[in-house]
């Protein structure tokens, strides 16, 4: 391989196009109509970069997250991890996969089982993933407690409604990144939150993004998280791509006029003040 040679996205997408019926549309004697909730969009995440996916609600990014999850299938369209298409993954390619790829929502610390004790949470994809158990598996809850900033001691017997709703998002970073994923898709993680404490948590991501090197396909709607997170950012409008580049580069200067309403709608603070209100 020549060094011109570009790598191998991790996650790359061809054409996807996701239909989904419109409600109510289906009578007697009308044809159901069919919306394009995602339409015709490319994508590739490489290894280590951030990608901010941002468009207003119901654009579709979503459901662009969730195929690229392997969780909704595409009507059209293929998705290559790590140059292999997944729709044919078998056996332990499709495991790896499962493995590699997480989520983090928008709500996930309300996911977790209420019976179950944050360390029983982690505990679960452990077993699953790594085969870790007794007390390796132990000691590794721990120690992801303690990289999500909540002190093991602490919190690894406690129940989920014992806790702020921004340690049990914590919780439910401590969870995706259990099984040692490469990319995590990020739908909104902290939108559900108290404005007060967003920052911590998109400082712990930022952080552990750099620390572990990982890979986000971070979805939000706030402009200023891109600017202090994202390398390149993607715009969508109605399914479609609208506007990619470089996170600055579309933030100084947008050429979409859907990026440029969507930037005059929501002042996006300096880089250096995010950073501060985020420390
Ligand atoms: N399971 C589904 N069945 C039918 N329609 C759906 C389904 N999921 C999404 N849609 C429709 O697809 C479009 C895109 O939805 P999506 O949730 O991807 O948007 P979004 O950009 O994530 O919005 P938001 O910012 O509000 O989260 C919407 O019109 C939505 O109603
Ligand atoms: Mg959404």
Do not use: C, W
């Not at 499709?94 to 179950?116: C, Y």
């Not at 050429?255 to 209100?277: G, H, I, K, N, W």
């Amino acid at each position: 391989m020549t060094s011109t040679t570009t790598p191998t996205p991790l996650l790359e997408a061809r054409n996807l196009s996701r239909l989904f019926p419109v409600r109510g549309s289906a009578g007697l004697f009308r044809a159901r109509q069919m919306q394009r909730a995602v339409d015709d969009v490319s994508v590739a995440i490489h290894a280590g970069e951030v990608l901010a996916l941002v468009g207003e609600s119901g654009s579709g990014k979503t459901t662009l997250g969730r195929m690229l999850l392997g969780l909704t299938p595409p009507s059209e369209g293929t998705i290559l991890y790590k140059g292999a298409d997944i729709a044919s993954h078998a056996g332990e390619a499709a495991r790896s996969f499962r493995r590699e790829v997480q989520v983090v929502f928008q709500d996930t610390g309300g996911s977790l089982n209420p019976r179950r004790t944050i360390g029983q949470s982690i505990a679960l994809p452990l077993a699953y993933h790594r085969r870790l158990d007794g007390r390796a598996a132990a000691r590794e809850i721990d120690a992801l407690l303690d990289q999500v900033g909540l002190p093991a001691a602490h919190f690894r017997d406690r129940l989920p409604h014992e806790l702020s709703g921004g340690q049990r998002q914590r919780v439910g970073i401590a969870r995706a990144l259990a099984s040692n994923p490469s990319l995590i898709v990020a739908d909104e993680p902290v939108s559900a939150l108290d404005v007060s404490v967003r920052a911590q948590i998109l400082r712990l991501m930022s952080d552990l993004q750099r620390e572990r090197k990982l890979s986000y396909l971070f979805i939000t709607h706030d402009l200023g998280v891109v600017r202090a997170l994202a390398d390149r950012v993607m715009v969508m409008h109605h399914g479609r791509v609208v506007e990619s580049g470089s996170a600055d580069a579309v933030l100084d200067a947008p050429s979409d006029p859907y990026t440029q309403r969507l930037l005059a709608a929501t002042p996006v603070p300096d880089p250096s003040r995010q950073l501060e209100e985020m420390s």
